[in-house]
């Protein structure tokens, strides 16, 4: 079973790099925005195959969420050629557009995979503050995956911005972000009260990184996920970072409140 599901990930993957190909330039190298969005597809797969081991999946829940990892995130490349953005407010909400492209591609049918209609959900769901009720428990494992596995990628990529940008220099490096304002106390009320934060009350540099830090208090739906995190010392390196940036002491408070609850899923997974 697990070959067979295998081989329709690979048919899938085939189907995938065929359509990226439509993007490559004459000499056969693609932009370098689609790039980056090419590598993050890569490692979203490779964390969400590390969960999917990790939570024990079955046969079926496991191909479906390795199939919505590969492509949920499909429409950035056509959203980048046609609006120059990845901002979603500025152009069209990207996770519609992926599942739209994917539906009518036909790949999922092409390729067999046993649970299209899961698949797209998960691939709609993934950027939305929160999944609707009542999912089916496949569609819910694939949905759950993917924004975990999506997450985990996230804390990688901001970590490679801030080394390899003049980030206290160059405001484009975060979206025009001031790097020298504290963190906007609605954001803090929110993850003290383990709630997910509205990406309307970024007003700085510190509170994006606050909202990943969020993430790890309130986020993270899977114990592998928090294990993970904890094993790759992302909220260390926000501490860190948000120390160099705020001597607001919201900081720690927030962060110690992100230790606990990562130190429980490695603990849980040790015992
Ligand atoms: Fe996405």
């Not at 990184?209 to 094993?231: H, N, P």
Request: proline letters at 3%; hydrophobic letters at 40%.
């Amino acid at each position: 079973m697990k070959q067979c599901g295998d081989a329709r990930q690979e048919a899938l993957r085939r189907l995938y790099d065929g359509y990226v190909d439509t993007y490559r330039l004459q000499d056969g190298t693609l932009p370098r925005m689609m790039q980056l969005k090419l590598a993050h597809t890569g490692f979203v797969v490779k964390n969400a195959m590390l969960i999917a081991d990790g939570e024990t999946f079955d046969a079926l829940e496991r191909e479906t969420s390795l199939a919505a990892a590969l492509l949920h995130d499909t429409g950035r490349y056509e959203q980048l050629k046609r609006y120059n953005t990845f901002r979603d407010s500025d152009s069209v909400d990207h996770a519609v557009f992926s599942h739209d492209i994917v539906k009518a591609s036909g790949w999922l049918e092409e390729s067999g995979v046993a649970r299209p209609d899961a698949v797209l959900g998960a691939i709609l769901y993934h950027n939305r503050r929160d999944l609707p009720e009542g999912l089916d428990s496949v569609t819910l494992a694939a949905s759950q995956t993917v924004r975990d596995a999506d997450k985990l990628d996230i804390f990688r990529v901001l970590q490679h911005e801030i080394a390899t940008t003049d980030w206290r220099n160059d405001r484009q490096a975060f979206w025009n972000l001031a790097t020298e304002d504290p963190p906007n106390p609605e954001v803090i009320a929110c993850i003290e009260a383990r709630r997910p934060v509205d990406y309307q009350k970024i007003k700085s540099l510190s509170d994006f990184v606050l909202i990943q830090v969020g993430w790890m208090v309130a986020g993270l739906y899977y114990a592998t996920s928090r294990r993970l995190c904890a094993e790759r010392g992302h909220l260390k390196f926000r501490r860190d970072f948000l120390h160099q940036i705020t001597d607001d002491p919201a900081v720690d408070r927030v962060c110690d409140i992100a230790e606990r609850v990562l130190m429980e899923a490695e603990g849980g997974v040790a015992g």
